[in-house]
Structures are given as C-alpha cells and as structure tokens.
Nanobody, 118 residues
C-alpha cells in the first residue's frame, strides 16, 4: 500500500501561482509513475500531468502546457506541481496518484482544493 497526501492548495487571484506537493509513504518505491488530476464541480476528473519515476519523461494536458510544471524528488518521496499563470477555470480539487503498471493509477490522495478568483 502507498499513501499519498497532497498539500499546497488555496485561494489565489488569476495570474498568480501555487505549488502543490504530494508526499508518498508506506510501501513506496521509486518505480512509480506519478500523476496529477483535477476535478471541478459538476465535471469529470481529468488528467493534468504525469512524470516517470526517473523524472525524465513528463506528459501534460494541452490546457496546462507552458503554465504548469511537474517534478519529483525521490529522496523525499514527493511530487510537485508548480502552477503559474492560473486562470479561474483551473479551479478544482487536485489529486495526486501513483501507478506501477499502466494504464490505471492504483493509489490516490484525498485531494487539495485550488480556487482561482477573477
């Protein structure tokens, strides 16, 4: 089992920045691909970004390219999502997830709320 705990959410004005963190504990392993997802009210959960265990491969949803950056520090068992130039439409609960074997993510955090005011 792997436990994931997100932090760093909050209220920010449009154009501002936030940095989300996801701390992993339990039977952690560096051989997990980590992802960030989000779910806005009344909408389905959607993929935001993911990063390979080495950090050498990252994938982003088109709507966050050039604004968000995913990174990881395996020594700290932590994954980050740096979010810049935030827009009101980025308002959502952001979830961290981990997977060992594609395509499904096996472990999920409880989520952290991000609210962007206009």
């Amino acid at each position: 089992q792997v436990q994931l705990v997100e932090s760093g959410g909050g209220l920010v004005q449009a154009g501002g920045s936030l940095r989300l963190s996801c701390a992993a504990s339990g039977r952690t392993s560096n051989y997990y691909r980590m992802g960030w997802f989000r779910q806005a009210p009344g909408k389905e959960r959607e993929f935001v970004a993911s990063i390979s265990w080495s950090g050498g491969n990252t994938i982003y949803a088109d709507f966050v390219k050039d604004r968000f950056t995913i990174s990881r520090d395996n020594a700290k068992n932590t994954v980050y999502l740096q979010m810049n130039s935030l827009k009101p439409e980025d308002t959502a609960v952001y979830y961290c997830a981990a997977r060992r074997i594609p395509p499904s993510y096996d472990y999920w955090g409880q989520g952290t709320q991000v609210t962007v005011s206009s």
